[in-house]
């Protein structure tokens, strides 16, 4: 009777240390990742007629970088990423990478007072952030445009 006791309660122990440590190393991480992909979704919803007309200022160019590197960094923080994102709906490694080279192009094309290579109008960078805006919400399946 002691010994079924005890190892009763070294078992329950030893379930409670381990979903507390894939809670705070998998899950968290992965929550927090789910979260900055819908402040990314907020971020572009919101300055989407700045963002689409490529008309940025320099808080909104920032805006863009950061969430760039935001997407990155809450991706490391998941540990076994390519295991992980099957079981919890995240996104392919590759499309975050991908999504955030595009963010990263977004954002050169919102600077303010530089000339677009080639000599681009705006009209051509607002059409290079369109179809960048597709491309996040293609890769990353956060929507990114009301259309």
Excluded at 71 to 95: C, D, I, M, N, Q
């Amino acid at each position: 009777m002691q010994d079924s006791l005890v190892l009763t309660i070294f078992s329950s122990v030893d379930v409670f240390v381990v979903s507390q440590f894939f809670m705070k190393f998998v899950l968290d991480p992965a929550v927090a990742l789910k979260e900055s992909l819908g402040e990314m979704s907020h971020f572009f919803l919101f300055n989407q007629a700045k963002i689409t007309n490529a008309h940025g200022s320099d808080d909104l160019q920032e805006g863009v970088k950061r969430l760039s590197a935001q997407l990155l960094a809450k991706k490391e923080a998941v540990p076994g990423y390519s295991v992980f994102s099957r079981v919890l709906s995240l996104p392919k490694e590759t499309a975050l990478i991908e999504a955030a080279k595009e963010l990263n192009l977004i954002s050169y094309h919102l600077m303010q007072n530089t000339p677009a290579p080639g000599g681009n109008s705006g009209l051509d960078s607002a059409i290079v952030i369109n179809r960048s805006m597709r491309r996040i919400q293609e890769k990353t399946g956060t929507r990114v445009s009301y259309e």
